[in-house]
């Protein structure tokens, strides 16, 4: 049986001086994901390796962290695809460690609520009971579909060189989600977005290193989001919008009481 050599970054801020690197061996079988080999580790050789993981399929964004030096999901790297017999395993970078390969997100969540990543509208009573659908035409949906797929794993901030430099810039997950919902045809929120990140810390930060859409796993191009946000707080008004059309069609929907 063929093994594969993880190597994991051990670090416990609250015992530890510095993080020491430790050598685990671990049985090699096809399709291993890295996430596979730490909880074989885990489960098999040293009980005490911290890591977060839950879903096992990409979707929930729990288990980032820096394999052979790029910031990637555990559960969707293979250890075939990076080729050689040794893996290792680090926090990502950007984020304080609670433990082991377990960094805090905290700081990362509330930037995130800090946008207003929700729809905003002045006509509250039609929030609260939708007098019928609202849709978006398909060149809108086209316009801020990519951005809907980020899961907030974080790797997009943790591969950041504003962030590491300036603890106040949103970050590219962040500001790539003000994007998505100025573009939403059916928010009325924009301008409030855009005030809040023509800042010294802001939007203007970012350098367009691009390593943030480098790393995504999802196919989001944060990078790419930021310069067309930019476009927007340069003007200072979010994009003209007619407002999300109301479609009921005779008899489909009858409107709520
Ligand atoms: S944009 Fe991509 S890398 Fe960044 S948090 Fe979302 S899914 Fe993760």
Known sequence: MTE???????????IDAKPRMMEYAVPKRE?????????????YLDHSIGLRFSCRQASCGSCGMKINGRPR?????????????????????????????????????????????????????????????????????????????????????SSCPTVATDSKFPGPQALAQAYRYTMDPRDEGGVKRLELLDDAHGVWRCHFAGSCSFVCPKGVDPALGIQLLKRHVMSGKAPHREGAKVWAPVGAMAPQK
């Open 4 to 14: 594969v050599k993880l190597v994991v970054q051990r670090f416990d801020p609250f």
């Open 31 to 43: 399709g291993m994901t890295v996430l596979d080999a730490l909880l074989y580790a885990r489960d």
């Open 73 to 157: 999901l555990a559960c969707y790297t293979q250890v075939a695809e990076l080729g050689g017999d040794k893996v290792v395993t680090q926090p990502m970078d950007n984020f304080a460690i609670i433990k082991d390969l377990v960094t805090d997100l905290g700081s990362f969540f509330e930037k995130h609520r800090e946008i207003m990543p929700y729809i905003i509208r002045a006509d509250t009573k039609e929030v609260e009971k939708p007098s019928a659908e609202y849709v978006m035409k398909p060149e809108e949906l086209e316009e801020v579909l990519q951005f809907t797929y980020c899961i907030k794993c974080g790797l997009c901030t």
